[in-house]
């Protein structure tokens, strides 16, 4: 009896060691059902991790175009500025173009109008050679015929040869009959003494049709020379003697478009 009883706890024993073995297994099973879970679960962050590197990637990419695209935008401004600065100037040269354009015109405008003023034989001139002739009835000194000439689109006459130099005599006698007053022509040396020249700065030349004795210069004072009516041959006198003058011009052509001319109005020396 006791043998069996002994036995009998023997068994108990044994049956309490392999229940405890057996809960520890079950905790461990449960262990290992939480840690699947828990690698399952880490395999789902390294697939985000993964996609989450792809996305910063992409993130990145587009950083770089970003900031290639704000470079693009800073050179686009540039250029607007620079495209308003040439819009700007090319607007003023613009306003340049029209102001000159209108400059133009008016001086075209004015040209023409003085053109119908000049000497012509409409305005009472005589033509000679394409040339025309005024002989003025009003007594001034050479610089202010010269300059009443000019303001008419002419100049002094200046004949050059002997056919002019009669043609102005005959116009001259049929405007003042028996008068004894010289007229002045485009002839003096006020540039350099004993040196003659016509208005437009060009030499006497080989003709002349200079009075005995003349040009004489008397006291240093006679620079600019006259027609003398009683001989009408040259002299030269006091340029600042008032006297009666004779114009030329060529219709159409203001004296101030001839390439040779010298304005009339060549460097005085001075006397003294
Ligand atoms: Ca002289
Ligand atoms: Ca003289």
Known sequence: ????????????????????????????????????????????????????????????????????????????????????????????????????????????????????????????????????????????????????????????????DAETNAFLISLYKSVHGRSQVEFWIGLHDRRREGSFEWLDGSALGTYNSWRSGEPNNAWDEKDCVVVWVPSFSWNDIPCGTPQHYICQAVPGRPYWQDSHRNNGSPTIRSKT
């Open 1 to 160: 009896m006791s043998t069996a009883l002994y036995a009998l706890k023997c068994d108990q024993d044994d049956m309490r060691q392999l229940s405890t073995t057996v809960d520890a297994l079950k905790r461990d099973q449960d262990d290992m059902r939480q840690l699947s879970t828990t690698v399952d679960a880490l395999k789902c962050d390294h697939d985000d991790m993964r996609q989450l590197s792809t996305t910063v990637d992409a993130l990145k990419r587009d950083q770089d175009d970003m900031r290639q695209l704000s470079s693009t935008v800073d050179a686009l401004k540039c250029d607007h500025d620079d495209m308003r600065q040439l819009s700007t100037t090319v607007d003023t040269l613009k306003r340049d173009l029209d102001k000159e354009r209108n400059r133009t015109a008016a001086l075209e405008q004015r040209l023409h109008e003085m053109s119908k003023t000049l000497l012509s034989p409409s305005t009472g001139c005589t033509m000679w050679r394409e040339v025309c002739y005024k002989a003025f009835n009003i007594r001034t000194t050479f610089s202010d015929a010269a300059a009443a000439c000019r303001a008419d689109g002419g100049t002094l006459a200046m004949p050059r």
